[in-house]
């Protein structure tokens, strides 16, 4: 039986918190160690501090707690004796032991579960992905043998002698004499020195190596002269091969076993790969691959945006050629065309969102803008799909910098698919989906996630690459498949990559019942592409509505056990070791709803009213409180709950199932989701997210998300490997870190990167009491100066620090974080900021100041820069959430493109996917520790207790809105937005802004963001659904005025200096000036939203009373004059009456057109929750500006 103090895997977190609990000194208690396997630590409680000792292991499997050097030690066979031996007093410890802390009681989640759609038990099937042996990350416990090896040698002959009299029977003719005489020499003299090797704790068996590299000497030479033929061979037959490929350059090396392995499984596989591709060629004809792969021209009705009689015209872009062709009508002739190299720029208005402007180069190398209004968004993002496309198929460069990722889940419900799933792989059906112009471009990976998958690995592979065939005329290359008993996860890419992908490791978590069966859990795969590490998770968590915090413990344990990625970073979970991480799966989180509401909530499904389901929904409710899928995002859901359905038909759900207890209640709940997390600063573009409609076997509706995600190149030092670039520094200045921890110990930094020839250790940082006590770890200026392996700011400027503090005693972690090195300017100092996050909660902050030294050089525009987003003073920012959800951190705009006081020129443009770090050095600090901006995430400000429950949903989308979002941009960085990191005036400006408020931001970016990603459509289109925040209900509405988000999503990379920190505390009541009301997604400005949310989600007949709600605040209004007025003293802002708010404007371009004229919009969203005092609710709206 287990002692009752022997907590096992919990967390050193939740062990602090049991320990506080009892505020008893001498309390204590047992947990595994997070960074020595096999090993203990004791956590005692001592003046209302834990003390942690570690508990060792020895050869002997006996115990000893680590002791400092010179103190004796004292070993135990089990930690029962230990533990008695530690309750005398004066042993040693901080204090003796006295009150052991008692487990917790399980949660009931443990028991059967009562819906029959989960098995419980393995599928009839053997297991599909079981091999001989562990895939090379596949995490597998050795037992420890307790046996002794010395009797069994007792009497024996020695094992030299043994090998002796074994190859003398051998028949040894055919054998080289030199080779024989090898081997006898290894048995005589160097079998004892190897054995040596092995019993003191060696791996290594250097004598045997030398002997098998004799041996091998000749095949060797021989096999490295015959591989390159072969893969030349190869490539002669290669239909499909990217033209920038290149041949990987033989590297020599000696003939040791692991080479020689590594060359014979080269090429037994380039043989057999030889043959298929004759095969293929012969079958299909030299043309036929690359034929079929061709993406045919697509063209496009546009209106060109100019003075006189509107016309029509057709613009025709021809992927494979490279041209841009502008006719007049579609059977006419050509008027004029634009090669790839002549078209510049592409500018997405945010003001309507089915305009575009085409920068391309004349004949006399001037610059000419060509606007132009699509029929519509959807039409206008594929126009600018194709185009890029066009772009990278004839670019120079050889490695792509940007790929597209489609990310599928689905719950098959243990029956067969359909014979056609195309629509899946197409991003067909509700949501957010694709534009038919977009369907000739095949994506770069496919990501497919199943759960109660009931079919063979083999089957549903062909199942898949038959579909994708059909769509792509390609065959896509098996990356990796995982299965555990019916969860299942395949990753498939494009020919093309095959040799850019490297890495390939997979794993899995069982989280069913007692944490021992597969019919509940996760599989993943992680891989690199060229430079950049991806991981891809798929889980199935505990069903139920009423299981919600089993589901949360399942996605701790997934998060804390699953094994992918780079070993050498075991410090840091799955959310730290990939550039972009993917989670999908049936998560089961419900719509927590009483059971007798069944009914209306299929009414509101029928009038697609989401958003009133969403702000129940558990995974939102759970990201707010942060509790679960800390700093991920998700965009916004705008299709149907796809659970659960009467199977082959998608007009009825059956939320009623009759069981031996009695009736059980399934209501229709978003399941199954895709959510992601990316490193700071990096390109990721969520192009579409929705589910779709005639794929009717399972009561599940298959899910699809497809993303653009920056990817970099393995970049080749010019200094030759192995060399470190003497040009390159890293810096950290002033660095200090905040804990939640009462663990008295002292802590050091351990940095983690790429960029670094291995991790670097830094000296111990002096501990100080916080002000809200927690603990502040200052190092000043002693932290080491990190060396990259390469200095050219194109390689350095793309790289990240993985930060991790850990305690002297026990080397575990106590938060990790993530310092981006896409700074503005090199060789000057700039802010950090980065949160703490330990197991996916919560731990602390960390700042300081970074300054880089590159070599000289410039960095290229990659492909995803080939699209921007024009702001301008008049235009909403509706369009900009596909730009820019992914990254809370895009928001901040480059320092230098912002004047001072937030003036900008009429027409900036700027990529919001790319932002620099540059801003967050000009940072004042506002917030309180607690109040700290969150690296990637939306969830810091869906903790504010104030928000009623349909506020603040977690993701990044209005129904699931992330606390803030970077998906919209203002007309400057300090009027960024409610919900902009750059809301806050930089250091230059802090004197001028704390006293004088900026001008105030124009109606139109007012604008909410039901069609803020292009991908939704026209206006007009969907007057369905309409955003979380048009759907709030008038309760909701009146409740309280939207406040700014937290805070709480501040870029990684911002640090705000103590100076700052001062200034900020004066301005806890003082919020940074506000934009225009719904500049921000987030879920606290959706309660304003509905009125004007119509243009673009809502039939004018809607919900009329959440429409009409929002306009009481408006109170008297003054109309704004056109230009930009005089900026008025905080104290006049403050006092100020609303501006007049602009009518509900009907679905029609034309008339968005004339709302866009009308004045400027000064709904009350200025308040930051945290940073100033909350409004009675019949309280006329603050100004633009900051609030006394």
């Given amino acids: 039986m287990v002692p009752c103090w022997n907590h096992g895997n919990i967390t050193r977190s939740k062990a602090e918190e049991l320990l506080s609990r009892t505020g008893k000194d001498g309390s204590f208690l047992v947990r595994a160690s997070e960074s020595v396997s096999r090993a203990y630590a004791l956590c005692v409680l001592y003046r209302n501090c834990v003390y942690t000792y570690r508990i060792l292991p020895n050869e002997d499997d006996k115990f000893t707690v680590q002791a400092s050097e010179?103190?004796?030690?004292?070993?135990?066979?089990?930690?029962?004796?230990?533990?008695?031996?530690?309750?005398?007093?004066?042993?040693?410890?901080?204090?003796?032991?006295?009150?052991?802390?008692?487990?917790?009681?399980?949660?009931?989640g443990d028991e059967p579960e009562e819906e029959t759609e989960g098995v419980l038990s393995p599928p009839e099937l053997p297991p599909r992905n079981?091999?001989?042996?562990?895939?090379?990350?596949?995490?597998?416990?050795?037992?420890?043998?307790?046996?002794?090896?010395?009797?069994?040698e007792v009497s024996r002959p020695s094992l030299s002698e043994t090998l002796f009299q074994r190859l003398q029977t051998m028949d040894t003719s055919g054998l080289p004499e030199e080779h024989l005489k090898a081997i006898q020499d290894y048995l005589s003299t160097q079998l004892t020195l190897d054995s040596d090797f092995v019993k003191s704790g060696s791996c290594s068996l250097p004598h045997l190596k030398k002997l098998t590299a004799l041996l091998c000497k000749e095949l060797y030479g021989e096999v490295t002269r015959t591989l390159p033929t072969l893969e030349s061979l190869q490539r002669l037959f290669d239909q499909q091969l990217s033209p920038g490929l290149r041949p990987r350059p033989q590297v020599p090396g000696e003939a040791n076993p692991i080479n020689m392995v590594a060359k014979l499984s080269q090429l037994t596989s380039l043989l057999s790969s030889i043959e298929d591709k004759v095969k293929a060629l012969l079958h299909e004809g030299p043309?036929?691959?690359?034929?079929?792969?061709?993406?045919?021209?697509?063209?496009?009705?546009?209106?060109?945006?100019?003075?006189?009689?509107?016309?029509?015209?057709?613009?025709?872009?021809?992927?494979?050629s490279g041209?841009?062709?502008?006719?007049?009508?579609?059977?006419?002739?050509?008027?004029?065309?634009?090669?790839?190299?002549?078209?510049?720029?592409?500018?997405?208005?945010?003001?309507?969102?089915?305009?575009?402007?085409?920068?391309?180069?004349?004949?006399?190398?001037?610059?000419?803008?060509?606007e132009y209004v699509f029929a519509d968004s959807k039409k206008r993002e594929g126009f600018c799909q194709l185009l890029q496309q066009m772009k990278n198929k004839h670019s120079e460069q050889p490695e792509p910098d940007m790929i597209t990722i489609f990310i599928g889940t689905w719950n098959m419900g243990n029956a067969p698919p359909p014979k056609k799933i195309t629509s899946w792989f197409l991003s067909k059906g509700q949501g957010k989906t694709r534009d038919d112009s977009a369907d000739y471009i095949p994506h770069d990976i496919y990501v497919i996630g199943t759960q109660e998958d009931p079919l063979g690995e083999k089957e549903w592979l062909e199942i898949l690459r038959h579909s994708l065939q059909e769509i792509t005329s390609m065959t896509f290359k098996t990356i990796a498949i995982h299965t555990l008993w019916n969860i299942r996860i395949v990753v498939l890419a494009k020919p093309e990559h095959e040799n850019r992908i490297s890495h390939i490791c997979t794993n899995n978590v069982k989280t069913g019942i007692a944490n021992t069966l597969g019919n509940k859990g996760a599989v993943g795969v992680s891989f690199m592409f060229n430079g950049t590490s991806l991981g891809f998770v798929n889980s199935h968590l505990t069903s139920g509505s009423e299981k919600k915090l089993r589901r949360n413990q399942n996605y701790m344990n997934i998060l804390r056990f699953l094994a992918l990625g780079d070993k050498k970073l075991s410090s840091f979970n799955i959310t730290h070791r990939f550039t972009h991480l993917f989670w999908l799966g049936d998560l089961n989180y419900r719509v927590e709803l009483p059971a007798w509401e069944a009914e209306t909530i299929i009414q509101k499904i029928k009038q697609q009213q989401y958003a009133d389901l969403l702000s129940h929904d558990q995974l939102l409710m759970e990201r707010k409180e942060r509790k679960v899928f800390l700093h991920f995002e998700e965009e916004e859901i705008t299709f149907a709950p796809t659970y659960r359905f009467e199977r082959l038909t998608r007009d009825k759900y059956a939320y009623t199932k009759q069981k031996a207890t009695g009736m059980k209640y399934n209501l229709p709940s978003w399941c199954d989701r895709v959510l992601w997390k990316s490193y700071p600063?990096?390109?990721?573009?969520?192009?579409?997210?929705?589910?779709?409609?005639?794929?009717m076997t399972s009561d599940h509706s298959p899910v699809f998300a497809t993303f653009e995600a920056g990817v970099t190149s393995q970049f080749v030092s010019k200094n030759g490997p192995g060399t470190v670039d003497s040009q390159g520094q890293i810096e950290f200045l002033r660095c200090y870190a905040t804990l939640k921890t009462k663990s008295q110990t002292k802590f050091y930094l351990e940095f983690h990167s790429s960029c670094l020839e291995s991790f670097v250790k830094s000296q111990e940082g002096e501990n100080e009491e916080g002000s809200e006590g927690e603990l502040v770890v200052k190092f000043g200026e002693t932290l080491p100066k990190l060396k990259p392996i390469i200095s050219d700011p194109e390689y350095l400027l793309d790289q990240h620090i993985l930060i991790s503090i850990k305690s002297s005693d026990s080397d575990e972690s106590y938060g990790e974080g993530c310092i981006a090195l896409r700074l503005e300017a090199t060789e000057t100092q700039l802010p950090i900021y980065t949160p703490l996050t330990h197991h996916g909660e919560m731990m602390g902050h960390f700042r300081g100041e970074i300054k880089l030294q590159t070599s000289q050089g410039k960095k290229r525009e990659k492909l995803y820069d080939f699209v921007k987003t024009e702001r301008d003073e008049s235009s909403a920012p509706k369009s900009l959430k596909s730009l820019t959800s992914q990254d809370p951190m895009k928001q901040w705009e480059p320092a230098n493109r912002v004047p001072p006081c937030g003036g900008s020129s009429i027409t900036e443009i700027i990529n919001p996917n790319y932002m620099g770090v540059g801003a967050f050095g000009h940072m004042k600090q506002t917030l309180s520790p607690d109040q700290q901006p969150t690296a990637w995430s939306y969830d810091q400000p869906l903790k504010d207790p104030s928000l009623g429950p349909g506020r603040g949903e977690s993701p990044p989308t209005p129904p699931s809105q992330p606390p803030i979002s970077p998906k919209k941009f203002s007309s400057s960085t300090a009027t960024r937005g409610p919900c902009l990191r750059t809301q806050e005036p930089r250091p230059g400006d802090v004197g001028k802004s704390a006293g004088e408020p900026l001008p105030p931001e124009d109606p139109q970016l007012t604008k909410p963001e039901m069609f803020e990603n292009p991908l939704y459509g026209s206006v007009s289109a969907f007057p369905k659904p309409a955003p979380r925040k048009e759907q709030e209900s008038p309760k909701m509405l009146r409740k309280e005025p939207p406040p700014c988000p937290d805070p709480g999503i501040l870029s990684p990379s911002i640090l705000l200096s103590k100076a700052q920190e001062a200034e900020g505390g004066k301005g806890t009541g003082k919020p940074a000036p506000a934009p225009a009301p719904f500049l921000s997604p987030t879920p606290r400005l959706r309660s304003f939203t509905c009125s004007s949310s119509t243009a673009e989600g809502r039939p004018p007949g809607g919900d009329k009373g959440s429409q009409g709600k929002p306009k009481a605040p408006a109170g008297s209004q003054v109309p704004v004059p056109a230009k930009r007025p005089i900026k008025p003293s905080r104290s006049e802002l403050s006092q100020q009456p609303p501006a007049q708010r602009p009518p509900l404007p009907v679905k029609s371009p034309a008339v968005l057109h004339l709302q866009h004229s009308r004045g400027r919009d000064y709904r009350d969203n200025a308040e930051l929750p945290h940073l100033a005092k909350h409004r009675p609710e019949d309280a006329p709206p603050p100004g633009r500006a900051a609030m006394q």
């Fill in 70 to 108: 010179g103190v004796p030690m004292r070993f135990f066979t089990k930690l029962d004796q230990l533990i008695e031996f530690y309750k005398k007093e004066n042993m040693g410890l901080v204090t003796h032991l006295q009150y052991p802390v008692p487990l917790e009681e399980e949660d009931a």
């Fill in 130 to 152: 079981i091999h001989l042996s562990a895939g090379p990350c596949e995490a597998k416990e050795v037992p420890v043998s307790n046996e002794n090896p010395r009797a069994t």
């Fill in 681 to 695: 600063l990096v390109h990721v573009v969520c192009q579409s997210y929705g589910s779709t409609s005639d794929i």
């Fill in 323 to 370: 041209k841009l062709i502008i006719k007049k009508s579609k059977d006419g002739s050509e008027d004029k065309f634009y090669s790839h190299k002549k078209i510049l720029q592409l500018i997405k208005s945010q003001k309507f969102l089915n305009k575009l402007v085409i920068l391309v180069e004349t004949e006399k190398e001037k610059t000419v803008r060509k």
């Fill in 287 to 320: 043309e036929s691959s690359h034929r079929r792969s061709l993406i045919p021209p697509v063209t496009f009705e546009v209106k060109p945006e100019s003075l006189g009689i509107p016309q029509k015209l057709q613009l025709k872009v021809d992927v494979e």
